[in-house]
Nanobody, 121 residues
C-alpha cells in the first residue's frame, strides 16, 4: 500500500509561483511512475503531468506545458510540481497519484487527499 501526502498549496496572485510536494509512504515509490491531476469546482479531474521512476520521461497537459515542471527525488520518496506563471484557470484541488503512466484517472492505483491551489486575478 502506498500513502501519498500532498502539500504546498495556497493562495497566489496571477503570475505567481507555487511548488507542490507529494511524499510517498514507502520505498517502492522509486519503482513507480507518478502523476499530478487537478479538479476544479464542477469539473472532472484532469491530467496535469506525469514522470517515470527514473525521471527520464515527463509529459504535460497542453494547458500547463512551459509553465509547470514535474520532478522527483527518489531518495526522499517525493515528487514535486513547480508551477510558474499561474493563471486564475489553474485554480483547483491538485492531487498526486501513483502506479499509473498515462493521462487517465483510472490508470492510477493510489491517490493523495489533495491540496487546494487558488489563483487570484
Amino acid at each position: 500500500q502506498v500513502q501519498l501526502d500532498e502539500s504546498g498549496g495556497g493562495l497566489v496572485q496571477a503570475g505567481g509561483s507555487l511548488r507542490l510536494s507529494c511524499a510517498a509512504s514507502r520505498r517502492a515509490f522509486s519503482r513507480v511512475a507518478m502523476g499530478w491531476f487537478r479538479q476544479a469546482p464542477g469539473k472532472e479531474r484532469e491530467f496535469v503531468a506525469v514522470i517515470n521512476w527514473s525521471s527520464s520521461y515527463t509529459y504535460y497537459a497542453d494547458s500547463v506545458k512551459g509553465r509547470f515542471t514535474i520532478s522527483r527525488d527518489n531518495a526522499k520518496n517525493t515528487v514535486y510540481l513547480q508551477m510558474n506563471s499561474l493563471k486564475p484557470e489553474d485554480t483547483a484541488v491538485y492531487y498526486c497519484a501513483a502506479g499509473g503512466y498515462g493521462q487517465e484517472v483510472h490508470e492510477y492505483d493510489y491517490w493523495g487527499q489533495g491540496t487546494q491551489v487558488t489563483v487570484s486575478s
